[in-house]
C-alpha cells in the first residue's frame, strides 16, 4: 500500500514535527488501584500541533514497554528523533495540523514520570522496591490527571502499539465517557501465559544481578548484565524468524575475537548491543513494575471484554501484524470481536508484515493510511467503511 | 493415530527395558574438528536389547541439549526412567526385541562423557574453557569411536530429536559408508539466527552470573541463576503458546506470596522449578560448549546441503511437529528436500501436535507408528510406501 503525500504539503511544512522539549506536571496524590496512595506525582509529557477552539482534536498516544514521552520531532537538548517521529507530525498518520497530539511517559517509568528510581519523600532516597504494584489502570488515570491539568475533557482518540495498545483499551473500558475512539496496535487485552513467561525470564535475569541488590542499587553499580539479558530476550520475541534471518543470516560478526564464547555470529552482536545500549537509557526496577503491570492487566477484570465493554460507545480500529508471534492476530481478533459483541463499531486490520512485533513501529506507510483515515472519519463522526480501506 | 500392540507382547515382556546401568569407555585420544586433539576421552553409554549374529541390527540413539546417555529403563541407582522410555523397549518403537539400541552422552555433555568439567590431565583440575571447542561432527566422531570399540561397523539406524536430529545428519554426511538409514525428528541442518539468539541469551546468562568466574567455578558456588534463566529460555522455547494455554492458562500460584516479584503465576512457578532443578542436574559449561556446537553446525558445510549428500547412499525420515516454533516444519522440510534431490530415498512426516518442540518427546503414538515402520523397513531393505504411512 502506497500512500500519497501532496507535494504542497511536503513542501508547506517539510512532514517535520521539530524541535521538542518534555514537560512535567506534579500533582498532589493518585490513589492506586491497589489502594495505596502515591505521592506526589510528576508526569513527563509533550505535545505536538494546536487544541483547536472547541478542545475536541486531542489524541493521546501511549507508548510501549520502553517508550516515552518524545513520541515526535526532535528533542531540543539530544536531537533525538521521537520513538514514533514517523507518524506524527504534518500530513502524517497523526496529522500536527489537525489534532494536538499528547504523549506521557507511564508512570512507574524512568522517563521524567514518577516510577521506581524517583525520590521517595518519606526517604529522601529513591523508592526501589518501595515504590507501590501499579497497573495498566494506575497509567491510565495518571494520564487522566493531565487531561484534566490540560483542561482537556474528551479525547477524539487514545492510540498505542503494545502496550501502548493495552492503555488503549483501558481508556474504553475504564473511563468509557472520555474517550471517543481507541486504535488498539499488535497488542492483547490480557497476556498469555507464554507473554509472562517471557516477561519473567527478563525479571529474573535482572533479580539474578548481584548489582541489583534487592532494587536498592542507585548511586551504585547498575544492574547491567541482567537487564541487558532481559533486554536481548525482548529483542528476539519483536523480531520475526524471517526478519532476523533478512537482516542477518548465518553471518559472522567481522570483528569477531578467537575467543569461545564472544559473539561470533552478527545476531549475536546485534543483541548485545542492543543490550548493553539499553542499560544507558533503562531503568531496571522500572523494567520489573513495568512488565508485572502488563503481566497482570485483564482488560475485561476476569469479565469476558465483550461485558466490560457494554456501556462504551466509542469506535475502535483494532491492528494487528501477520509476523508478530509475540502478538499474534488472534488476540487483536478477540479484542475486534469483542468490541464488536458489545455493540461498538470496531474495524479489524491484519496488516501483511515480516517485521514481527516491531512492525507496529516500522510498518508505517500502511498503518498511516489506516489510522489517518480512522481519525478522519471519527473526527466527522462518521462510520467508517471498511471497504474503504 | 492409535497404535494396536498384541496382548501377548504386552504379556510376554511387560513392554520394560528393566534395570539399566550406564557404563563408559576411555579411548587415549581424539583429534577434533578445529585441529585441537583432546586426550583422553571417555564416553558414557547405555545399550538395550540384542546384538544380532550378523551385528546389522544397530539403532544409534542421539540425544538433545540437556539428554544423557540413560534413553531407557530405569537406572539401576536412582530408579530415574530413560528420556525417551515411552519409545524404547520390547515392542516399541525402538524394540529391543528387534535391534540392539545404544545411546552414548555427547562429547562435551557432564553425564560421564568427557566435558568442561571432567579432569584436564595437564593441570589436575577440571577443564572449565580450556576444554577445546567441540562440534557436532566431533559429538559423531566420538561416537563412531565407541562403535568402533563394539565391533560395530554399521548401523541399521542413527536416530534423534533436536541436537540428536543433527548427530543423524550428521552421520549421513560424515560417515556415510557405516550408516544405512536416519532418522532426523524436529532438527534443522543449520540454525536460524533466531535459534542462535535463543541460545546466546542463555550463555550471557550464565556468563553474567558472578560464580561463573570465566568457567573455573569448580568445587565453589554453581553459576545456578545464570544456568536457571537459560532453562527458563529454553523451556519457553519448547513449548507452544497453545500448550503453555493448555497447561497454565492465567492461573495463579496457590502458594503465591504477597510480594511483588515473586512467582505469581502458575508458568511463572513452572519456569523456576524447571530451571532451579535443571542447576542439579547440568554443568553451566557443558551448556555453553553444546549450544555453540549446536549454532556453528551447517550440515553442509556451507555448501547446499543436497551436495553434501551427494554420495550418500542411505534412508532417512525427516520427521517435524506443526507447533514447533523453535525448529520450525520448513527446516525439516528442507532437510528432506535436500535428501531427495540427492537422490535419498527419504520420507518426510508432519505430525500434528500441540506441543511445540516438546512434541518428540511426547508424540510417542504417533512417532511410534512412523518409526517401527520405518526401522522394520530399513531392516528388511525395501523402500517404505509413503502411502502406507
Not at 475536541?56 to 513520541?71: E, Q
Not at 547491567?224 to 533478512?246: N, P
Not at 542477518?248 to 560478526?253: A, H, I, Y
Given at each position: 500500500m502506497s500512500i500519497v503525500v501532496s507535494n504542497s504539503t511536503i513542501q508547506r511544512n517539510g512532514r517535520l514535527v521539530g524541535e521538542t522539549e518534555t514537560r512535567t506536571f506534579t500533582f498532589e496524590t493518585l490513589r492506586l488501584e491497589s489502594g495505596e496512595v502515591l505521592s506526589p506525582v510528576t508526569i513527563a509529557y509533550e505535545t505536538y500541533g494546536s487544541l483547536n477552539a472547541g478542545r475536541n482534536n486531542v489524541v493521546l498516544l501511549c507508548h510501549a514497554l520502553s517508550g516515552d514521552a518524545h513520541a515526535a520531532g526532535q528533542d531540543r537538548a539530544t536531537g533525538a528523533p521521537g520513538w514514533w517521529d514517523s507518524m506524527v507530525g504534518p500530513g502524517k498518520a497523526f496529522d500536527t495540523e489537525k489534532y494536538f497530539i499528547v504523549c506521557s511517559n507511564v508512570l512507574g517509568g524512568c522517563k521524567g514520570t514518577t516510577g521506581p528510581s524517583s525520590i521517595d519523600p518519606a526517604t529522601?532516597?529513591?523508592?526501589?522496591?518501595?515504590f507501590p504494584v501499579i497497573t495498566i489502570g494506575d497509567m491510565v488515570s495518571a494520564q487522566a490527571r493531565l487531561m484534566d491539568h490540560l483542561d482537556i475533557k474528551r479525547l477524539l482518540a487514545v492510540a498505542g502499539g503494545s502496550m501502548g495498545g493495552m492503555q488503549a483499551l483501558e481508556w474504553l473500558v475504564s473511563r468509557p465517557g472520555r474517550v471517543q475512539s481507541a486504535i488498539a496496535i499488535a497488542t492483547a487485552a490480557r497476556h498469555s501465559p507464554q507473554q509472562i513467561a517471557f516477561h519473567e525470564v527478563g525479571r529474573q535475569a535482572i533479580m539474578a544481578d548481584p548489582n541489583w541488590k534487592e532494587g536498592n542499587y542507585y548511586g551504585g553499580p547498575l544492574p547491567g548484565r541482567g537487564l541487558a539479558v532481559a533486554r536481548m530476550v525482548g529483542h528476539i520475541t519483536y523480531m520475526s524468524d524471517l526478519s532476523m534471518e533478512v537482516k542477518f543470516g548465518r553471518r559472522f560478526r567481522e570483528?569477531?575475537?578467537?575467543?569461545?564464547?564472544?559473539?561470533?555470529?552478527e545476531v549475536e552482536g546485534y543483541l548485545h548491543h542492543r543490550g548493553n545500549s539499553f542499560v544507558e537509557r533503562f531503568d531496571a526496577n522500572s523494567y520489573l513494575y513495568i512488565t508485572k503491570a502488563m503481566d497482570f492487566y485483564d482488560a475485561g477484570r476476569g469479565r469476558p471484554l465483550a461485558e466490560a465493554l457494554s456501556e462504551v460507545d466509542a469506535r475502535a480500529l483494532v491492528v494487528a501484524f501477520k509476523s508478530d508471534w509475540l502478538y499474534p492476530a488472534y488476540q487483536s481478533q478477540e479484542i475486534a470481536k469483542s468490541c464488536k459483541l458489545a455493540g461498538l463499531d470496531a474495524t479489524y486490520c491484519e496488516v501483511d508484515s515480516t517485521y514481527g512485533h516491531d512492525a507496529f513501529l516500522l510498518e508505517t506507510d500502511e498503518e498511516t493510511h489506516l489510522i489517518r483515515h480512522f481519525l478522519d472519519s471519527v473526527s466527522q463522526g462518521r462510520a467508517v467503511d471498511e471497504d474503504e480501506i
Amino acid at each position: 500500500m502506497s500512500i500519497v503525500v501532496s507535494n504542497s504539503t511536503i513542501q508547506r511544512n517539510g512532514r517535520l514535527v521539530g524541535e521538542t522539549e518534555t514537560r512535567t506536571f506534579t500533582f498532589e496524590t493518585l490513589r492506586l488501584e491497589s489502594g495505596e496512595v502515591l505521592s506526589p506525582v510528576t508526569i513527563a509529557y509533550e505535545t505536538y500541533g494546536s487544541l483547536n477552539a472547541g478542545r475536541n482534536n486531542v489524541v493521546l498516544l501511549c507508548h510501549a514497554l520502553s517508550g516515552d514521552a518524545h513520541a515526535a520531532g526532535q528533542d531540543r537538548a539530544t536531537g533525538a528523533p521521537g520513538w514514533w517521529d514517523s507518524m506524527v507530525g504534518p500530513g502524517k498518520a497523526f496529522d500536527t495540523e489537525k489534532y494536538f497530539i499528547v504523549c506521557s511517559n507511564v508512570l512507574g517509568g524512568c522517563k521524567g514520570t514518577t516510577g521506581p528510581s524517583s525520590i521517595d519523600p518519606a526517604t529522601s532516597r529513591p523508592y526501589g522496591l518501595d515504590f507501590p504494584v501499579i497497573t495498566i489502570g494506575d497509567m491510565v488515570s495518571a494520564q487522566a490527571r493531565l487531561m484534566d491539568h490540560l483542561d482537556i475533557k474528551r479525547l477524539l482518540a487514545v492510540a498505542g502499539g503494545s502496550m501502548g495498545g493495552m492503555q488503549a483499551l483501558e481508556w474504553l473500558v475504564s473511563r468509557p465517557g472520555r474517550v471517543q475512539s481507541a486504535i488498539a496496535i499488535a497488542t492483547a487485552a490480557r497476556h498469555s501465559p507464554q507473554q509472562i513467561a517471557f516477561h519473567e525470564v527478563g525479571r529474573q535475569a535482572i533479580m539474578a544481578d548481584p548489582n541489583w541488590k534487592e532494587g536498592n542499587y542507585y548511586g551504585g553499580p547498575l544492574p547491567g548484565r541482567g537487564l541487558a539479558v532481559a533486554r536481548m530476550v525482548g529483542h528476539i520475541t519483536y523480531m520475526s524468524d524471517l526478519s532476523m534471518e533478512v537482516k542477518f543470516g548465518r553471518r559472522f560478526r567481522e570483528d569477531r575475537r578467537p575467543f569461545k564464547f564472544t559473539a561470533d555470529f552478527e545476531v549475536e552482536g546485534y543483541l548485545h548491543h542492543r543490550g548493553n545500549s539499553f542499560v544507558e537509557r533503562f531503568d531496571a526496577n522500572s523494567y520489573l513494575y513495568i512488565t508485572k503491570a502488563m503481566d497482570f492487566y485483564d482488560a475485561g477484570r476476569g469479565r469476558p471484554l465483550a461485558e466490560a465493554l457494554s456501556e462504551v460507545d466509542a469506535r475502535a480500529l483494532v491492528v494487528a501484524f501477520k509476523s508478530d508471534w509475540l502478538y499474534p492476530a488472534y488476540q487483536s481478533q478477540e479484542i475486534a470481536k469483542s468490541c464488536k459483541l458489545a455493540g461498538l463499531d470496531a474495524t479489524y486490520c491484519e496488516v501483511d508484515s515480516t517485521y514481527g512485533h516491531d512492525a507496529f513501529l516500522l510498518e508505517t506507510d500502511e498503518e498511516t493510511h489506516l489510522i489517518r483515515h480512522f481519525l478522519d472519519s471519527v473526527s466527522q463522526g462518521r462510520a467508517v467503511d471498511e471497504d474503504e480501506i
